[in-house]
């Protein structure tokens, strides 16, 4: 099975740290994506990537950076955490090749984050 | 730009009943479909998927889901709800059209089932 790991599954900041969300797979993707979850918004791709040192922005990149190093890991940065990114961030990774296989991603539990 | 609306916020059924969950899509050429599952404190599941072929596709779990392109529709539906169906539901959409999107999804707002005994 694939299994897609997430460092915490909750975390407490405060305003202005910087804060590290760490995802692992086990299962040689080579897509991986950032997203968060709000009630009412639904899933919103924050960054995603498809190699190693690769990277592209999603659709709220504002406020985060990425990283990925290892094909098997890839972190959210929140250079200065605030309030409003306190959300649910989920991590997934998919195949690359192939036509459907890079939009079966597979989800990590996700991590819950409150910035106080 | 792609989107997806799902019109329903919370739908409640009885054990047993029929589930009919909707989703509308908006995309510029042959979409890609997807339903997802989230249980209650985890990540999200494939349930199901459309490409191509068939317009009813069948998924895990006694689910299925019919596309319809005139309706610009992709609604789940399931016979008979067990208490394990509660969770909430992710209609998504994605496709190649405009090059190589690297498996970009969007998603829809959510649908959450909960089931009465």
């Known amino acids: 099975d694939v299994k897609v790991t997430q460092s915490s599954r909750y975390l407490v900041k405060r305003t202005g740290e910087k804060v590290f969300l760490e995802c692992v797979q086990d299962m040689d993707h080579e897509n991986m994506f950032w997203y968060r979850q709000d009630p009412g918004l639904g899933l919103r791709l924050i960054y995603f990537?498809?190699?190693?040192?690769?990277?592209e922005k999603g659709d709220i990149p504002e406020g985060y950076s990425v990283s990925r190093e290892k094909k098997e890991r890839f972190s959210l940065i929140l250079e200065s955490a605030s309030t409003n990114q306190t959300s649910m961030y989920l991590c997934?990774?998919?195949?690359?090749?192939?036509?459907?296989?890079?939009?079966?991603?597979?989800f990590g539990p996700g991590t819950r984050l409150t910035v106080t | 730009a792609q989107s997806v609306t799902q019109p329903d916020i919370h739908i409640t059924v009885s054990e047993g009943a029929s589930l009919e969950l909707r989703c509308n899509y908006s995309y510029g050429a042959t979409p890609y479909l997807f339903w997802y599952v989230q249980s209650p404190g985890q990540g999200l599941q494939l349930l199901l998927k459309?490409?191509?072929?068939?317009?009813l596709v069948q998924g895990i779990k006694g689910f299925e889901a019919e596309f319809k392109r005139s309706q610009s529709s992709f609604n789940l539906r399931k016979p008979s709800v067990h208490w394990s169906d509660a969770a909430e539901y992710f209609c998504?959409?994605?496709?190649?059209?405009?090059?190589?999107?690297?498996?970009?999804?969007?998603f829809g707002q959510g649908t959450i089932l909960t089931v009465h005994p």
């Open positions: 998504a959409v994605g496709g190649n059209a405009g090059g190589t999107s690297y498996g970009k999804l969007t």
């Open positions: 990537s498809y190699d190693v040192k690769m990277k």
């Open positions: 459309y490409f191509s072929g068939d317009t």
């Open positions: 997934a990774s998919s195949l690359l090749s192939g036509w459907v296989k890079p939009y079966e991603q597979y």
